[in-house]
């Protein structure tokens, strides 16, 4: 689903913004109304961000990138 979230904690990771969804101020009411209406009149930019978002999100949270971050983690935490 393409999204449109408040530019605060976790939305900076998931979406870059006008590319995975659209990231505005959490007080901006009106631009938060007008980024949902502008996506449920534009089905191609609502599809293109599906995609961007998958694409982003499998890159950067996939198993193996977890992973070798949570390894890289512990390696630091232990290390002399």
């Given at each position: 689903k393409p999204l449109v979230s408040s530019d605060i904690?976790?939305?900076?990771?998931?979406?870059?913004?006008?590319?995975t969804g659209y990231s505005v101020h959490p007080k901006n009411h009106e631009a938060f109304a007008l980024k949902i209406i502008e996506l449920l009149?534009?089905?191609?930019?609502?599809m293109s961000f599906v995609k961007a978002g998958r694409k982003h999100v499998s890159q950067k949270f996939s198993v193996e990138v977890i992973t070798r971050q949570n390894i890289e983690f512990y390696k630091k935490l232990i290390a002399p």
């Open positions: 904690g976790w939305a900076k990771e998931l979406i870059i913004d006008g590319v009149n534009d089905e191609d930019k609502c």
